[in-house]
Antibody, heavy 120, light 108 residues
Framework: EVQLEESGGGLVQPGGSLRLSCVTS????????MSWVRQAPGKGLEWVSG????????YHADSAKGRFTISRDNSKNTLYLQMKSLRAEDTAKYYC?????????????WGQGTTVTVSS | EIVLTQSPGTLSLSPGEKVTLSCRAS???????LAWYQQKPGQAPGLLIY???RRATGIPDRFSGGESGTDFTLTISRLEPEDFAVYYCQQYDKSPYTFGQGTKLEIK
């Protein structure tokens, strides 16, 4: 069974930093693209960042460029999202998601999410 | 950036009815790289359709996807009580891999 378990969310002040982690199991991690998708309270889904299976290619939404860095450790089956210069509008539930294949960023499995709150 | 526009925003329907949801892309989506997801309150989304028209594993055949140029549709042939939820489309052709704003199906 494929499992994605996020951690690292919490309350952070504006301008602060946070690192999200997603530990995975049940599939060959290095063979699949992974993404972070977020959902602000009461709002829709926003794709944030994605990374290819090998980790050689990373992509970010404009809202994340220059502030967020996605990475992965294929030896640990773990996905990360380093977030800095956080803003109130980054407040959301962040989902770790598994892609269809190494370069395909459609999503076939979602984690349960970790909540990030940016507030003073 | 490919912008996906879903319509309508909210639909009020009764169980047993047929419904078609729309997702229009601002430019061509190559390879039919369009997926549909269902999200129920308090839950993570789940995959329904990928490749514009292919049902994901375990999805009932009352769900079907269609494509005509830059217009994509999700049809539910006969609404069941568990189908009342929010539906999102996503293109995974070009980064950023954008979502539509969602369509909420509510019970009439």
């Amino acid at each position: 069974e494929v499992q994605l378990e996020e951690s690292g969310g919490g309350l952070v002040q504006p301008g602060g930093s946070l690192r999200l982690s997603c530990v995975t199991s049940g599939f060959i991690f290095s063979s699949f693209a992974m993404s972070w998708v977020r959902q602000a309270p009461g709002k829709g889904l926003e794709w944030v960042s994605g990374i290819s299976g090998s980790g050689s290619k990373a992509y970010h939404a404009d809202s994340a460029k220059g502030r967020f860095t996605i990475s992965r450790d294929n030896s640990k089956n773990t996905l990360y999202l380093q977030m800095k210069s956080l803003r109130a509008e980054d407040t959301a539930k962040y989902y770790c998601t598994k892609g269809f294949w190494t370069g395909l960023f459609g999503i076939d499995v979602w984690g349960q999410g970790t909540t990030v709150t940016v507030s003073s | 950036e490919i912008v996906l526009t879903q319509s309508p925003g909210t639909l009020s329907l009764s169980p047993g009815e047929k419904v078609t949801l729309s997702c229009r892309a601002s430019q061509s989506v190559s390879g039919s790289y369009l997926a549909w997801y269902q999200q129920k309150p308090g839950q993570a989304p789940g995959l329904l359709i990928y490749g514009a028209s292919r049902r994901a594993t375990g999805i009932p055949d009352r769900f079907s996807g269609g494509e005509s140029g830059t217009d994509f549709t999700l049809t539910i042939s006969r609404l069941e009580p568990e189908d009342f939820a929010v539906y999102y489309c996503q293109q995974y052709d070009k980064s950023p891999y954008t979502f539509g704003q969602g369509t909420k199906l509510e019970i009439k």
